[in-house]
């Protein structure tokens, strides 16, 4: 279980620093707003808004990353509440995604079942 724990966490972490780069990077680039249901106008007119949610993202993935690392080195009760803290904030984000905007349900899909997936580990250990 602690495997597919750390697996979905790390997902998770990935998963919203590729989130990061395409809000905050690359949100004009066509291959991008085209995936956030967009067009070139609205990219441009979004541009500021899109880089400030991009940075959101990255510190999500840094407080599920730095949870890990604080695990790894031997401060488990710390590293635990972090990465679940930020893996319940990308939960609820893509729970909101999905019932703000049904047409982008596999967005929240993507962005929602890893960090979940931690979320049911760390219970089903903790209870278990």
Do not use: D
Not at 47 to 68: D, P, R, V, W
Not at 86 to 96: E, Q, R
């Amino acid at each position: 279980m602690v495997v597919v724990m750390w697996v979905a966490a790390t997902l998770a972490g990935a998963i919203h620093v590729l989130f990061f780069c395409m809000e905050s990077l690359w949100w004009t680039k066509p291959a991008v707003y085209r995936r956030f249901r967009s067009t070139e106008a609205q990219a441009q007119m979004t541009k500021s808004l899109a880089f400030n949610q991009g940075f959101y993202n990255l510190f999500l993935a840094g407080g599920a990353l730095g949870g890990l690392a604080l695990i790894a080195t031997g401060h488990r009760q710390a590293g635990m509440i972090l990465v679940a803290w930020n893996c319940a904030s990308m939960l609820a984000a893509a729970v909101v995604l999905a019932a703000s905007s049904p047409q982008m349900m596999r967005g929240a899909l993507i962005q929602g079942l890893p960090p979940l997936c931690f979320l049911l580990g760390a219970a089903y250990t903790r209870l278990g």
